[in-house]
């Protein structure tokens, strides 16, 4: 009994190393196509590279009916069914939509840091949706990760004149509100995909799978849209013929023709979906949602300083290199980290839990 607890402790920890690891990966080799510029012209494509995102998810089937071929299942066992798993792909393709919109205007770490912030939505979403209960110390974890992502996102707006970015504020503000918004709505896919884990038998590749071809279908329909609706936005519109729109099909694999290093980048991009999924939804299920949300916290830290060594030493800017912009940004972010590890009780304030016995007591 101990040996396979041991063992299981062994297993998830190398789930979430796996996790920061690939996850840092992704999000840098997005950051490099989002600033990569051929011709004078941006690489701006978020739903195009969001496509991308579930191609990445969508080859986990392959590791599905590989799976089935070598180990028998229960034929009264059915994976809960493909239907429900639209309602999570639906909220990862928001999610991807509104943070590949957000990563093309502020800093990779920001960007890392301000979706830290999810700890608090799916804290919030577990006591209402899971029926699970917050104590007084989770609850000032949650304060604490809500002023440290308050500090972290008004860095970006101190000292940019310091930056070699030169988008509004304007811009940036409307990034970091669709980064918060953007929290709700993976909060909500994690969640629904912890209910689902416990109500059904599903398997972790065939989850991933399904949402990813559930996302494939859903962008289908909309990118063929997209190419031909009006932007009239001064950044973060794809320019053909000098008129905006919201995508470009056409202009987008024109420039991966362009250029063989962002082809890479963008097959890189896919296979490190595949994988961040398949640790990250092995993380839901063998953990939490909630400890899939705080680790994913701390991969920031990587991304962080390779995207200062990234735009110290190229012509691509990945970060603000003011130190006090980036001293503000310190100290937000290990106030959100701090309160991470309140919430998850790594840091236990005694206080806090003696009072939260009282109150169960009189309860």
């Excluded at 991933?208 to 001064?234: A, D, H, K, Q, Y």
Aim: some cysteine.
């Amino acid at each position: 009994m101990m040996k396979n607890a041991q063992k299981n402790k062994h297993f998830i920890n190398l789930l979430l190393i796996g996790m920061v690891i690939i996850g840092t990966l992704n999000t840098l080799v997005y950051k490099y196509q989002n600033t990569t510029i051929i011709d004078g012209v941006s690489f701006i494509h978020p739903y195009m590279q969001g496509l991308c995102m579930f191609i990445g998810e969508a080859i986990c089937l392959v590791f599905y009916f590989l799976f089935n071929m070598k180990v028998e299942e229960d034929p009264n066992k059915q994976n809960g069914g493909f239907r429900r798993l639209a309602i999570p792909a639906l909220f990862d393709v928001i999610t991807s939509s509104l943070q590949n919109v957000a990563l093309n205007f502020i800093p990779s770490s920001i960007f890392q840091m301000m979706r830290g912030g999810l700890m608090i939505v799916t804290a919030a979403f577990s006591k209402f949706v899971l029926k699970k209960k917050l104590s007084l110390q989770q609850s000032l974890g949650i304060l604490l990760a809500i002023l440290g992502i308050f500090i972290v996102g008004l860095s970006n707006f101190i000292y940019r004149e310091q930056s070699k970015s030169d988008f509004s504020w304007e811009i940036k503000l409307i990034s970091i509100l669709l980064i918060i918004l953007s929290l709700f709505t993976q909060a909500t896919s994690y969640i629904y995909e912890e209910k689902l884990f416990l109500q059904y038998n599903y398997h972790v590749f065939y989850v991933v799978g399904m949402e990813g071809m559930w996302g494939i279908l859903t962008l289908g329909i909309l990118i063929p849209i997209l190419n031909f609706i009006p932007c009239n936005f001064r950044d973060g519109c794809v320019y053909r013929n000098d008129k905006g729109y919201f995508e470009s099909t056409d202009l987008f694999f024109q420039q991966l023709g362009s250029d063989l290093w962002l082809t890479l980048s963008v097959i890189l991009g896919i296979f490190s979906i595949t994988l961040y999924n398949i640790f990250g939804v092995n993380v839901t299920k063998h953990a939490s949602s909630l400890t899939r949300s705080v680790v994913d916290t701390l991969r920031t830290i990587f991304i962080w300083a390779i995207g200062l060594v990234v735009t110290a030493t190229t012509s691509r800017v990945w970060e603000n290199t003011s130190y006090l912009a980036n001293l503000i940004e310190l100290i937000g972010f290990s106030i959100l980290v701090l309160g991470n590890l309140i919430y998850k009780e790594i840091f236990i304030i005694k206080y806090l839990q003696s009072k939260n016995q009282v109150l169960l007591e009189e309860d």
